[in-house]
């Protein structure tokens, strides 16, 4: 199509695997991140007996994850998802106060740790690991032609956005060219396509900036980035217009 693409990466890679649970649960309907410095690592609900991991790592890290034996392997992730580390004094400092705050104005406290589901086996041969990457084309449409999904942007997984950012283009797109189709307009005219490419970067194009900031945040141990990710994640707890918000524009 000839246009521009911009694009970076991470230095990280996306370890993917289908997880046995160690214990069958109807509760396994939480999507689980835990955000380490090497990268997060998330387990997302599948059934009552399996979840699926993505657990972002670095390049060396994960080459040596994947040749692993499966109980070997299960002993590095139960230890990424449950190992204690020492927390930063002033961070957890500033974290008691704004708690005791809340109570004080009788919003939600955000001190209990809640706990993943444990994990006792990998499905056989369902390990694989892809690079991580931002990438974005500055147009998403030519002359009858029109880019979706992954074709037209990437993003890295911590937001579990990649799949909904997809759809939410076949959704626009779909409805876009209907319109059309019933105003007796020829399909795929430019006009009707730029409308699409309009609509999909006005959301698109904030997501995956908030979305790379959110991985640059994660990605430093500096007291500052680590302060202001703690206290902002207690906030957005706390205040639910801030949580729907952030809902209601991961949710197209
Ligand atoms: C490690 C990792 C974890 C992720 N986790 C999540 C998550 O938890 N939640 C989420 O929403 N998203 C996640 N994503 C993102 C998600 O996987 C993608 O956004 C989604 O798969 C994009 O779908 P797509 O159909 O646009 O592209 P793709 O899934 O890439 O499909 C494109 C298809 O086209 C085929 N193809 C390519 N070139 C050609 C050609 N020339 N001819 C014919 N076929 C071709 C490819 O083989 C591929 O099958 C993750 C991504 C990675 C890498």
Redesign the pocket.
């Known amino acids: 199509m000839g246009i521009q693409y911009v694009s970076w990466n991470y230095n990280q890679m996306?370890?993917?695997a289908t997880l046995q649970l160690s214990e069958t649960t109807d509760q396994n309907t939480i999507a689980w991140q835990r955000f380490l410095p090497t990268g997060p690592v998330?387990l997302?609900p599948l059934n009552s007996k399996q979840s699926?991991l993505?657990w972002?790592n670095t390049p060396e890290n994960v080459k040596h994850l994947l040749k692993l034996p499966n109980d070997q392997f299960i002993d590095e992730l139960n230890s990424a998802l449950f190992k204690t580390f020492q927390r930063n004094n002033i961070v957890q400092e500033a974290n008691k106060i704004l708690d005791t705050f809340f109570k004080l104005i009788n919003l939600p406290p955000n001190c209990m740790r809640q706990l993943p589901p444990s994990v006792c086996d990998v499905v056989e041969g369902s390990r694989a690991?892809?690079p991580?990457g931002f990438g974005h084309a500055a147009n998403y449409v030519g002359k009858n032609v029109a880019l979706?999904?992954?074709?037209a942007h990437?993003?890295h997984?911590l937001g579990?956005?990649?799949?909904?950012?997809?759809f939410g283009d076949v959704e626009c797109l779909n409805e876009i060219l209907s319109e059309a189709v019933y105003s007796g307009r020829k399909l795929g005219s430019l006009l009707d396509l730029k409308e699409y490419e309009t609509k999909r970067q006005r959301h698109n194009v904030p997501t995956m900036l908030a979305l790379d900031g959110l991985q640059k945040l994660y990605s430093t141990e500096a007291a500052p980035a680590v302060l202001l990710r703690s206290l902002g994640l207690q906030i957005t707890h706390a205040l639910s217009p801030i949580k729907r918000a952030i809902i209601q524009q991961a949710a197209h």
Request: proline share 4%.
């Open positions: 996306g370890l993917v998330a997302l699926s993505v972002s690991a892809f991580l979706v999904g992954d074709a990437r993003v997984p579990g956005q990649g799949v909904n950012l997809g």
